[in-house]
């Protein structure tokens, strides 16, 4: 089994213990905000990818309930739950490898924390589909966990038995990837974070605007 299918059959499996953790979880708001004050105050189309529960999707709602939300993820116990927390978004189960087969333009695509279960060709291939899918002076919020990208690995849980492969990010490379596909920086920032089990890490936020 390689990397992908393995992270994706954790999250399939740990679908609903991730929603009852981060549903109503706050560490990320702050980000959250940014993300919406960059926006601009009309109904807008956005690509959700990595949508999990769609917690992130919840919050945005209600702080921009004119946004038109539509969410992808690889696991399929996640976008059923999406759907049940959020009936107003739309859902669909791709694999972010495949959001090139997309037929529509976006104002803004929210990332969260779907890099660190993909390889480095995969992030690549990420970034330039997602600067075709979105519209001139759109938004890309993109987060992860940084570290250095050969120290990427297997990770297990005290609280659980399944393992997940963990990729991790510098953040000159994701800024050169973003500025190599005619994104513009507007805002970097870094939050520490430890886990339930105790792990620390850094993580890494960055929102851009397509030129």
């Not at 972010?96 to 690549?124: E, H, M, W």
């Not at 966990?145 to 038995?161: I, K, P, R, V, W």
């Not at 490379?173 to 596909?181: I, R």
Request: proline share 3%.
């Amino acid at each position: 089994m390689n990397t992908y299918e393995l992270n994706k059959n954790t999250y399939n499996s740990l679908a609903t213990q991730y929603q009852d953790r981060f549903m109503y979880w706050d560490g990320y708001h702050a980000s959250y905000d940014l993300f919406c004050e960059f926006l601009p105050k009309r109904s807008l189309d956005v690509l959700e990818i990595g949508c999990g529960p769609g917690n992130v999707s919840k919050y945005l709602l209600q702080k921009r309930p004119d946004l038109n939300i539509f969410g992808i993820d690889f696991a399929p116990n996640m976008i059923a739950l999406a759907k049940e927390n959020n009936p107003k978004a739309n859902y669909e189960v791709l694999d972010c490898r495949d959001i090139s087969t997309l037929n529509q333009k976006f104002d803004a695509i929210f990332c969260g924390f779907c890099v660190p279960y993909i390889d480095r060709n995969a992030t690549v291939q990420l970034i330039r589909d997602s600067a075709k899918l979105v519209n001139a002076n759109s938004l890309f919020y993109l987060s992860t966990m940084e570290g250095d990208y050969n120290n990427s690995g297997l990770q297990g849980s005290a609280t659980h038995s399944e393992k997940i492969f963990i990729y991790y990010y510098e953040s000159w490379f994701l800024e050169q990837q973003l500025e190599e596909n005619k994104f513009q920086i507007l805002d970097i920032r870094r939050q520490n974070y430890v886990s339930p089990d105790g792990q620390e890490a850094v993580d890494l936020f960055i929102i851009a605007k397509k030129l």
